[in-house]
């Protein structure tokens, strides 16, 4: 809606005629709920469960997907851990590291969407 507003100057009310100069979009590793489908679990890890799923990015586009999980009742440090696992990850970008397609940090439980390695991708 931001992007719509920048991109046709239209006043973001009628009443109060004001146009946006700037906008401060959504990061595309910032991810909605909305846009993923879980399909199966796959099992649990420290933080919560890991399911198999599929992630629909901003074109469209559907990707497989490990989706890993925290608990709704995890400690504040417990949540600050797995977001911060989530920011380093980011960082990377190697074809032999898995690759992070984003996080949904806006509501419970939080989400870690990544690759998913099929079995033999694993072995190497």
């Not at 004001?18 to 846009?35: D, F, H, N, Y």
């Not at 199966?40 to 933080?47: C, H, N, S, T």
């Not at 608990?71 to 990850?89: G, P």
Request: charged share 30%; with cysteine; proline share 3%.
């Amino acid at each position: 809606m931001i992007e719509w507003h920048l991109s046709t100057k239209t006043p973001i009310t009628e009443r109060s005629q004001i146009v946006l100069k700037k906008g401060i979009t959504r990061p595309s590793w910032l991810l909605k709920k909305e846009q993923i489908k879980m399909i199966k679990k796959l099992g649990e890890g420290a933080f919560g469960e890991v399911y198999c799923g599929e992630y629909k990015d901003a074109n469209d586009h559907v990707h497989l997907a490990a989706i890993k999980t925290m608990h709704d009742n995890a400690s504040r440090r417990a949540r600050f851990s797995f977001l911060k696992e989530a920011r380093i990850m980011r960082k990377f970008d190697h074809p032999n590291i898995v690759r992070i397609f984003g996080v949904v940090a806006d509501e419970a439980p939080l989400l870690i969407l990544m690759e998913l390695c099929e079995e033999y991708e694993m072995i190497y």
